[in-house]
């Protein structure tokens, strides 16, 4: 049999072991060794990204001094956007390759025209191109967040309804209920996608442009070189035959914009209704005798 010096031993230790684990944990809740795996995680992470941008920053530099190491004439010129007009037939055959392009081609537009602004008027105007570029900035980056948000939402609204049906949950609304989900789904990650890409692409655009050992001649010539395909790439369509069933993605995406948008145009509707009946039952007690006027 224990004695009772042993129990309270005992508890003593199991007591300073959890004031140890407790100790352990920051405000997060993580413990010391997964605050350490996520540490290493996100210089892994970093690591790849500052890989990935110098790698794309030279192949970068290779396209636009194409452009930049000639005499940049009307035939150069045309040549140059022909080649670039090349490399976007290819690209935006891709799944999401047209929305690719646009990305791509907006965000060189943005990042050039910021930098040949800059050096206008004492910088002012180049200080309310950065100004946009980061509106735009966090827009997109709550476009992606409510995207993901959407898309769990409508998962849980697909769960509900199937329970709910019951019987009546026939394949038709069922197959109708899944592609609604897809497209959800695809919107919420072609926006993470967009999302990184251009992420990249900044800091790619800013090795090109801000390299101070590099004249500031030949910087503005790289942001008059980026404005220019970007050009090229933003104007990147699409014809008839080439928007085929292969693009079945993109159609569960935009068929998902579709249903949004209508959804929110009718509940417009609905508001607007309702504040007319507001007006009228106002207009009609103020024309009314003995009867209480709306302030």
Not at 186 to 192: D, F
Request: aromatic share 4%.
């Amino acid at each position: 049999m224990d004695k009772p010096s042993d129990e309270v031993t005992a508890t003593e230790g199991s007591s300073d072991d959890l004031a140890k684990k407790k100790k352990d944990k920051d405000k997060s809740g993580l413990s010391k060794e997964q605050r350490d795996q996520l540490a290493a995680l996100r210089k892994e992470q970093d690591r790849a990204r500052k890989e990935r941008i110098d790698t794309l920053t030279a192949k970068l530099l290779d396209r636009v001094s194409v452009w930049t190491e000639t005499d940049k004439g009307p035939d150069v010129t045309a040549a140059f956007k022909e080649k670039m007009r090349l490399e976007v037939e290819e690209m935006k055959m891709e799944s999401f390759g047209l929305n690719i392009c646009h990305a791509i081609g907006q965000t060189y537009i943005s990042r050039g025209s910021t930098m040949i602004k800059s050096q206008k008027f004492l910088g002012i105007t180049g200080f309310f191109s950065r100004l946009k570029e980061k509106g735009v900035m966090i827009k997109d980056t709550w476009n992606t967040i409510s995207s993901a948000l959407d898309a769990q939402a409508e998962m849980k609204k697909a769960a509900l309804l199937e329970e709910e049906a019951g019987e009546d949950w026939t394949d038709e609304r069922k197959a109708e209920q899944e592609r609604r989900l897809t497209g959800k789904i695809l919107t919420a990650a072609w926006r993470g996608s967009k999302f990184e890409i251009q992420d990249i692409l900044r800091g790619v655009c800013d090795n090109v442009l801000n390299d101070e050992a590099v004249p500031l001649t030949k910087r503005l010539e790289r942001a008059h070189a980026l404005v220019v395909i970007g050009e090229v790439f933003v104007k990147a369509r699409r014809s008839p035959e080439e928007d085929g069933d292969y693009l079945v993605f993109e159609k569960l995406v935009a068929e998902a914009a579709m249903k949004d948008k209508e959804k929110h145009k009718h509940k417009s509707k609905s508001k607007d209704k309702e504040k007319d009946k507001e007006d009228e039952k106002h207009k009609v007690a103020a024309d009314a005798p003995n009867v209480h006027k709306a302030p």
